[in-house]
C-alpha cells in the first residue's frame, strides 16, 4: 500500500498571506494525483487532480504542481473561505490512499 | 446534477447488523465505479471498497476485507454497506463516494455510532 505523507500537520497563516502545502508519495505516482479540500461537517471537496489540473470552480489563487512522489500545493492570497483541511490521494493503484492531512488555520 | 444521498445517522449495539444506502441521480449509474470511505475523527478518509454496478465487480480494500459487504441495486441507482456484526471500533463518518480515477463527487456522509 502507497503511504502518503503530508507536511506540515499545521499550517498557521495570515489572510492574504500565501501557503504552500507538501506531500510525498512512499512510491513514484506519475501524476496520479489529487488534492481535495474538507471543512468542518462537510466532505471533501476536489481541487486538483491529475497533479495539476483545477477542478470545476476552483479558484485560480489555488495551484498545484508535482510528480512522481513529490507534489505541492500552493494557495498564493489566502482568504477566509481558504481555512480547512486539506488531503492529498494517490490513484495510481489500489487501495487508494489518502495523506493524514495538513490544517490551514488563521495566525 | 448530479447528487450522492446518504442514509440517515445510525446508533447501533455491538454484535447488531447494519446497511446504509447511498442513492444516486444525475448521471449514469452503472458506468462509474462508487465506493464507500471511512473516515475517523482527525484523520484522513480510508477507502474501504469500490464497486462497478453495471456487473458488481467489487474490490476491497486489505484492510476491510471480510469486514464489511458492499453491494448496488443498479434498478433504483443505490449502492449500499453492510456489517453483519457491528464492533465498537466500526464508529465513524462514512462516505460514498462517486469515482472517475479521483473522487469527483462525494455523498454528505453517514455517522454511524456502535455503542452497548
Known amino acids: 500500500e502507497i503511504v502518503m505523507t503530508q507536511s506540515p500537520a499545521t499550517l498557521s497563516v495570515s489572510p492574504g498571506e500565501r501557503a504552500t502545502l507538501s506531500c510525498r508519495a512512499s512510491q513514484s505516482i506519475d501524476t496520479n494525483f489529487a488534492w481535495y479540500q474538507q471543512k468542518p461537517g462537510q466532505a471533501p471537496r476536489l481541487l486538483f487532480y491529475s497533479a495539476s489540473t483545477r477542478a470545476t470552480a476552483i479558484p485560480a489563487r489555488f495551484s498545484a504542481s508535482g510528480s512522481g512522489t513529490e507534489f505541492t500545493l500552493t494557495i498564493s492570497s489566502l482568504q477566509s473561505e481558504d481555512f480547512a483541511v486539506y488531503y492529498c490521494?494517490?490513484?495510481?493503484?489500489?487501495?487508494?490512499?489518502f495523506g493524514q492531512g495538513t490544517k490551514v488555520e488563521i495566525k | 446534477e448530479v447528487q450522492l444521498v446518504q442514509s440517515g445517522a445510525e446508533v447501533k449495539k455491538p454484535g447488531e447488523s447494519l446497511r446504509i444506502a447511498c442513492k444516486t441521480s444525475g448521471f449514469t449509474f452503472t458506468t462509474y465505479w462508487i465506493g464507500w470511505l471511512r473516515q475517523m475523527p482527525g484523520k484522513g478518509p480510508e477507502w474501504m471498497g469500490i464497486i462497478y454496478p453495471d456487473d458488481s465487480d467489487t474490490r476491497y480494500s486489505p484492510s476491510f476485507q471480510g469486514q464489511v459487504t458492499i453491494s448496488a441495486d443498479k434498478s433504483i441507482n443505490t449502492a449500499y454497506l453492510q456489517w453483519s456484526s457491528l464492533q465498537a471500533s466500526d464508529t465513524a463518518l462514512y462516505y460514498c463516494a462517486r469515482l472517475v480515477n479521483w473522487v469527483d463527487y462525494w455523498g454528505q456522509g453517514t455517522l454511524v455510532t456502535v455503542s452497548a
Open positions: 490521494q494517490q490513484y495510481n493503484e489500489w487501495p487508494q490512499t
